[in-house]
């Protein structure tokens, strides 16, 4: 036996979408064929017998490479030795503030120096003496890291 169903669901006719881009496009005829000439006076004929690479350089570049690798691995740290913030020394702090990543925005910070609290960023360092980039005027100001008493870490500036 075939029961009924407990409810009907009748379908809508729509229409299908029109469509709000370019169907066609037509060009003239001198257009195409300045085209392929262009193509063809581009073409570039490889012998596919000879290898396209000398093999002693090759064996140069990736020498000199993996050199490369190395070096770059031993300067930087694995993740697993990175310092929270608040366990960096007041230098550590200054270098990562002063050196942000080129994928993130600049960190703002709040820096004490002599019972005064001012909040930015920390735009350069040069030796001792650091640029900061307050949001209050005046807005550029300098400082040693001797004269900070503190650094807290706010966020990314806007």
Same mark, same amino acid.
């Given at each position: +036996?075939?029961?009924?169903? +407990?409810?009907?669901?009748? &379908?809508?006719?729509?229409?299908?979408?029109?469509?709000?881009?370019?169907? =066609? /496009?037509? $060009?003239?005829?001198?257009?195409?064929?300045?085209? &392929?000439?262009?193509?063809?006076?581009?073409?570039? /004929?490889?012998?596919?017998?000879?290898?396209? !690479? *000398? %093999?002693?350089?090759?064996? %140069?570049?990736?020498?000199?490479?993996?050199?490369?690798? =190395?070096?770059? /691995?031993?300067?930087? %740290?694995?993740?697993?030795?990175?310092?929270?913030? =608040?366990? +960096?020394?007041?230098? %550590?702090?200054? *270098?990562?503030?002063?050196?942000?990543?080129? !994928?993130?925005?600049?960190?703002?910070?709040?820096?004490?120096?002599?019972?005064?609290?001012?909040?930015?960023?920390?735009?350069?360092?040069?030796?001792?003496?650091? $640029? !900061?980039?307050?949001?209050?005027?005046?807005?550029?100001?300098?400082?040693?890291? $001797?004269?900070?008493? =503190?650094?807290?870490?706010?966020?990314?500036?806007?």
């Amino acid at each position: +036996m075939h029961n009924r169903p +407990m409810m009907y669901v009748t &379908q809508p006719d729509l229409k299908s979408p029109i469509a709000k881009m370019q169907q =066609e /496009y037509r $060009t003239s005829q001198p257009q195409i064929e300045a085209t &392929q000439s262009r193509r063809q006076s581009r073409s570039v /004929y490889i012998n596919r017998d000879q290898p396209i !690479f *000398d %093999e002693s350089q090759t064996s %140069e570049t990736t020498e000199r490479d993996s050199l490369e690798a =190395e070096s770059t /691995y031993e300067d930087t %740290e694995p993740a697993s030795e990175q310092k929270r913030f =608040e366990d +960096m020394t007041r230098e %550590e702090q200054v *270098d990562y503030l002063s050196r942000p990543s080129p !994928f993130l925005p600049k960190l703002s910070c709040q820096v004490k120096v002599a019972d005064q609290t001012h909040i930015g960023k920390i735009v350069s360092r040069q030796g001792d003496t650091i $640029t !900061f980039e307050a949001r209050s005027a005046p807005r550029h100001r300098q400082f040693t890291i $001797t004269e900070m008493d =503190e650094i807290k870490l706010l966020g990314f500036d806007k």
